[in-house]
């Protein structure tokens, strides 16, 4: 069998376009490990009809919504390599062992962040050390927060906290790597910057509450936002060849295209604003591309 569409990955942007193309009439296949990017997260926020949803009933609810379609098959299957064959046509080789083929390949696998090598910070992670201020701080508003990073992406996520307080701290765990103008700009919103070393962090059932650092000193604040790397969470985007952007994100065009005929890219893997609504929205104007696609290859 050869499937119209196989997606990998089943977040909000597979799970969308998985749903777009079903009823489209599509043959697809959604392919998924079970490793969200959220799954530390408490809830979901900034979706409309689904604000404060815990991130698995979110996905629960997507799945039941496609399993109304017998035109989407859904796969608990690792996707561990694809190729663009000579017509055209994607082959997929899954973990098992077992090769499948389709029209169209959309790659909605997101990426991994990469928390802060602090101790502590993994209790933490997803309650009250977050990554994204629109997700996030409007639970901590008002409080005392701290910001974790260097240069001049950590003094652009200190400005952007003050949205939600103004009691900030920004920790940078060494060195600054400020430049002068970022210094200037955090001192004129009263943004003090702490480059002292630091140990670990201290909470309780996963709530903030000290920032100690190694010469013994604390910093008592009740959340905490970092600014680190994030990578791919599969390599296949780099394999198949994909450009990328200066935050390692997949370069896109016009409704999620690549550089290559017939592959996609959607979700938090493509763009800069990496939030659930964002990449859902992504999905469906993916599944829009694909669908059209394939009307004018079946229609010449």
């Not at 790659?107 to 992670?125: N, R, S």
């Not at 059932?205 to 994030?230: H, K, P, S, Y």
């Not at 604003?273 to 394939?294: H, Y």
Request: net charge negative; glycine share 8%.
């Amino acid at each position: 069998m050869v499937y119209d569409v196989i997606i990998v990955g089943a977040g909000p942007a597979g799970l969308s376009a998985a749903l777009i193309l079903g009823r489209c009439c599509r043959s697809v296949l959604l392919c998924d490990t079970g490793r969200p990017r959220n799954a530390a997260a408490r809830a979901i926020h900034g979706y409309l009809t689904r604000d404060g949803i815990p991130p698995a009933e979110f996905l629960s609810i997507a799945r039941r919504d496609l399993a109304q379609y017998d035109t989407i098959e859904v796969r608990e299957a690792e996707v561990v390599g694809a190729d663009r064959r000579g017509d055209g046509s994607f082959e997929v080789a899954l973990a098992t062992g077992d090769h499948v083929r389709s029209r169209k390949l959309l790659l909605a696998t997101g990426v991994v962040d990469h928390l802060p090598a602090i101790e502590g910070v993994q209790a933490l992670y997803g309650r009250s050390v977050f990554h994204c201020p629109y997700c996030d701080a409007w639970e901590v508003r008002d409080q005392p927060l701290a910001i974790y990073g260097r240069g001049h992406r950590a003094c652009g996520l200190a400005l952007e906290l003050t949205a939600w307080s103004r009691d900030l701290v920004l920790c940078s765990d060494g060195a600054s790597e400020l430049d002068d103008d970022d210094r200037a700009r955090l001192e004129r919103h009263c943004i003090a910057i702490r480059e002292e070393r630091i140990a670990r962090l201290e909470g309780d059932d996963g709530i903030l509450q000290n920032i100690v650092f190694e010469a013994g000193a604390r910093l008592r604040r009740r959340a905490l936002f970092f600014t680190t790397a994030q990578s791919q969470r599969s390599d296949l985007s780099l394999r198949l060849g994909c450009e990328f952007n200066d935050k390692g994100t997949v370069r896109t065009g016009k409704y999620e295209t690549t550089h290559m005929l017939g592959l996609y890219v959607a979700g938090d893997a493509s763009r800069a604003v990496q939030w659930v609504v964002v990449a859902a929205a992504e999905g469906a104007e993916a599944a829009f591309a694909i669908n059209t696609d394939l009307l004018k290859e079946d229609l010449c």
